[in-house]
């Protein structure tokens, strides 16, 4: 998945509704909480932080700063924050803090991941890779 900014013409989501969404309020907040520390850490150090240091910095345990990690990555599908966080920050350019969380953004899925996805709800238990591989004919 890869999300992006909405344009003027899409309606998109509410970044902070898509959080929630997906994450619960809780977890959206700590999302946040997590993208606007790294972000503030990164102008600081002027390179992007590592969890321990972010943990560190703001006196989280290390295990708060990698759960916080993976439910960015959960929700978003980034694997850092550097990518999300330069998109919040292009819509706060143009539209006022008051924009941050009410950013409207779109989630592109490629056809693949959409096609494994709906194998997930036929099978839940089961990994992507390992719908994919369920998806691959079988020789006898």
């Known amino acids: ?11 998109g989501i509410e970044f902070g509704d898509l959080l929630n969404e997906r994450l619960g309020r809780s977890g959206g907040a700590r999302v946040f909480a997590f993208l606007l520390a790294w972000d503030r850490l990164r102008d600081q150090l002027e390179r992007a932080p590592t969890r321990n240091e972010i943990a560190r910095r703001y006196g989280w345990d290390r295990s708060t700063a990698y759960r916080d990690r993976e439910l960015l990555q959960e929700a978003t599908g980034e694997q850092t924050p550097e990518r999300i966080t330069a998109l919040l920050l292009e819509s706060v350019r143009s539209g006022g803090l008051g924009a941050l969380l009410a950013t409207p953004v779109i989630e592109e899925v490629d056809d693949r991941e959409q096609a494994l996805r709906s194998l997930a709800d036929w099978e839940p238990d089961l990994g992507l890779e390992e719908l994919e591989a369920s998806r691959q004919p079988r020789s006898f």
Do not use: D, G
Request: hydrophobic share 45%.
């Open 1 to 11: 998945m890869t999300i992006r900014l909405a344009t003027n013409s899409e309606a």
